[in-house]
């Protein structure tokens, strides 16, 4: 780790990334441990988490390892508080854990509109209940939602996944106004980018449709640079939206 990032390590925070396993979230990890972050990596496969903190540890950055599945409440405060724990407190959590099987509605997949929004809308509140109660108490804290342009257009298939997206920046932005100042609210919303959640589309219409949309994706590490910034600012700076996109999109 070069001698700039040692540096910052005064400003170091502790900061719990869920969906860790892969895309945003892997990237998101990455640069935030580069930067002298402590990084909490949390997801269920924690064979690619002991390979991604393995990454981060040989590059001189510190990283714990959490099973975690964002359905589970009980699971995620468990994960919270272990965090807090060991670290003494927990300053961001960034809540990135998401699906996206898109379908048309008449094709009926009822159980995975219940994925999505267990995933995408109680994973986050789970998030949020988690980390509230350290946040007060200690006087200050970050809450990171990873959202999708979704939230703000809805286009044929992506009627429920645009539903969760737009839950998650409307209660990004609740918390936000019912919170004291101390405790700061950001919604990334990414346009396309390389991940795996387009892998997890069962319909072959929305899978036809989705390989065209995703031809000009941008890479992860975009939406982690986004992140990155809006972690750093200073106390008195709350960054409440960014949208990231490819140039290309429209």
């Not at 988690?130 to 970050?142: E, I, K, N, S, Y």
């Not at 298939?157 to 839950?167: D, G, L």
Request: without cysteine; glycine residues 8%; proline residues 4%.
């Amino acid at each position: 780790m070069s001698t700039d990032t040692n540096s910052q390590n005064s400003t170091a925070k502790v900061i719990l990334v869920t969906g860790a396993s892969s895309g945003i979230g892997e990237a998101t990890a990455l640069r935030l441990a580069t930067e002298g972050h402590q990084v909490a990596l949390g997801a269920r496969r924690t064979d690619r988490l002991e390979a991604l903190a393995a990454r981060i540890r040989a590059d001189g950055g510190r990283a714990s390892i959490h099973r975690l599945d964002v359905t589970d409440a009980d699971g995620v405060r468990a994960v919270v508080d272990r965090v807090a724990e060991e670290h003494g407190r927990i300053d961001v959590i960034v809540n990135n854990a998401g699906v996206m099987p898109l379908s048309r509605l008449d094709a009926l997949l009822v159980d995975e509109w219940n994925q999505m929004i267990d995933v995408n809308v109680r994973g986050l509140l789970h998030g949020v209940a988690a980390v509230l109660p350290h946040f007060t108490r200690q006087g200050g804290g970050h809450v990171v939602t990873v959202a999708s342009v979704g939230a703000h257009e809805v286009v044929p298939t992506s009627a429920v996944y645009s539903a969760t997206k737009f839950a998650a920046w409307a209660i990004t932005e609740g918390l936000r106004l019912e919170s004291d100042p101390s405790i700061r609210t950001t919604t990334i919303t990414p346009g396309v980018v390389e991940s795996e959640l387009a892998e997890h589309i069962s319909d072959p219409g929305a899978q036809d449709a989705m390989r065209a949309y995703r031809r000009n994706a941008i890479p992860a590490d975009a939406i982690a640079r986004a992140i990155s910034f809006a972690v750093g600012q200073p106390a008195d700076v709350d960054v409440n939206e960014i949208i990231v996109r490819p140039a290309a999109q429209r």
